[in-house]
């Protein structure tokens, strides 16, 4: 593969660089996975994502809707129910986060290793 001409995986203008900017905020992720197994309301999403502001879940989820990757549905009831889900694009994407979870899993012990042989080093 040849990495030096326009178009080619990673660079400005390749798709490729487009799903790299949606899957590596940290939060995307996150939010894509927890609703994997089926609609969740807004509050039920922060319960399940340790550490997520209410503000940043709301920015994450209007990011993932303009993408493609989350459908917002709002009930027509006395109080007021929004549910987000996967879009059909967006389910394409829980494989690829379990892979990359299971890479975490099998390697994140060697990665913690090299961090602290760094901090060691630095001090």
Same mark, same amino acid.
Request: glycine share 6%; proline share 4%; hydrophobic share 40%.
């Given at each position: 593969m040849n990495f030096d001409r326009?178009?080619?995986?990673?660079?400005? =203008?390749c798709p490729a660089r487009l799903a790299l900017d949606i899957?590596?905020?940290?939060? /995307?992720v996150v939010t894509l996975y927890a609703m994997s197994r089926g609609p969740r309301r807004p509050g039920e999403l922060t319960e399940l994502i340790g550490g997520i502001? /209410?503000?940043?879940?709301?920015? @994450?989820?209007r990011k993932l809707e303009r993408h493609g990757?989350? /459908?917002?549905? =709002?009930?027509?009831?006395?109080?007021?129910?929004?549910?987000? =889900?996967? @879009?059909?694009?967006?389910?394409t994407l829980?494989?690829?986060?379990?892979?990359?979870? /299971?890479?975490?899993?099998?390697?994140? =012990?060697?990665?913690?290793?090299?961090?602290d042989a760094e901090a060691g080093r630095a001090s």
């Open positions: 326009p178009g080619d995986v990673f660079l400005a =203008d899957i590596a905020d940290k939060w /995307s502001s /209410s503000k940043m879940l709301t920015e @994450t989820l990757l989350v /459908s917002r549905r =709002d009930h027509a009831e006395v109080p007021r129910r929004v549910e987000y =889900d996967l @879009t059909e694009l967006g389910r829980i494989e690829p986060i379990g892979t990359l979870s /299971s890479w975490a899993e099998h390697h994140g =012990d060697a990665v913690l290793a090299a961090l």
